[in-house]
T-cell receptor
Framework: QKEVEQNSGPLSVPEGAIASLNCTYSDRGSQSFFWYRQYSGKSPELIMFIYSNGDKEDGRFTAQLNKASQYVSLLIRDSQPSDSATYLCAVNRNQGGKLIFGQGTELSVKP | DTAVSQTPKYLVTQMGNDKSIKCEQNLGHDTMYWYKQDSKKFLKIMFS???????INETVPNRFSPKSPDKAHLNLHINSLELGDSAVYFCASSQDRRPETQYFGPGTRLLVL
């Protein structure tokens, strides 16, 4: 079992729709959770992080965490073609900043 | 002004060669990392240094040797390159080992022929 799992996609949504990206993790000792966006040929960039159960909103992005179910998700409202990228989920177990990544979900937003 | 820079951006070399990748950050961070991203986009940490001290050393072949001459620099030397070393290598830095401050460099694309 992988430590962090994501559907690889591609996930295709029409412009203006809500994109829902999901991630599960295996270690209950995981303490913080991150969503990175990576455009093709570019480096990962942090878009959201969450520590506590519940929702955290930032603009069009909402991260949701459910520690009991070991599940974290990212919602993107009003999806735009510029949101088309690979989204990487990562967890931290408070081990010197070590991030453990999932394999990423490729999102395609169609105009 | 680039926050985390890597040189070279591209590296094409033959099997068996030795090569180095350099990383520099001007964010004033005290922790630096090397990650490897394979062809399937799986990103995995290799090493981390905090104030020039090695704090994370994942299961990586000992052909890979990191070196941090100071807090702002982290280099990666790879001996006897193999086909499987072909990947994108990302350097990152953070402050106080806080992952929410972690910032990635542009990556070095290594192709071993």
């Amino acid at each position: 079992q992988k430590e962090v799992e994501q559907n690889s996609g591609p996930l295709s949504v029409p412009e203006g729709a809500i994109a829902s990206l999901n991630c599960t993790y295996s270690d209950r000792g995981s303490q913080s959770f991150f969503w990175y966006r990576q455009y093709s040929g570019k480096s990962p960039e942090l878009i959201m992080f969450i520590y506590s159960n519940g929702d955290k909103e930032d603009g069009r992005f909402t991260a949701q965490l459910n520690k009991a179910s070991q599940y974290v998700s990212l919602l993107i409202r009003d999806s735009q073609p510029s949101d088309s990228a690979t989204y990487l989920c990562a967890v931290n177990r408070n081990q010197g900043g070590k991030l453990i990544f999932g394999q990423g979900t490729e999102l395609s937003v169609k105009p | 002004d680039t926050a985390v820079s890597q040189t070279p951006k591209y590296l094409v070399t033959q099997m068996g060669n030795d090569k180095s990748i350099k990383c520099e950050q001007n964010l004033g961070h005290d922790t630096m990392y090397w990650y490897k991203q394979d062809s399937k986009k799986f990103l995995k940490i290799m090493f981390s240094y905090n104030n020039k001290e090695l704090i994370i050393n994942e299961t990586v072949p000992n052909r890979f040797s990191p070196k941090s001459p100071d807090k702002a620099h982290l280099n990666l030397h790879i001996n006897s390159l193999e086909l499987g070393d072909s990947a994108v290598y990302f350097c990152a830095s953070s402050q106080d080992r806080r992952p929410e401050t972690q910032y990635f460099g542009p990556g070095t694309r290594l192709l071993v022929l």
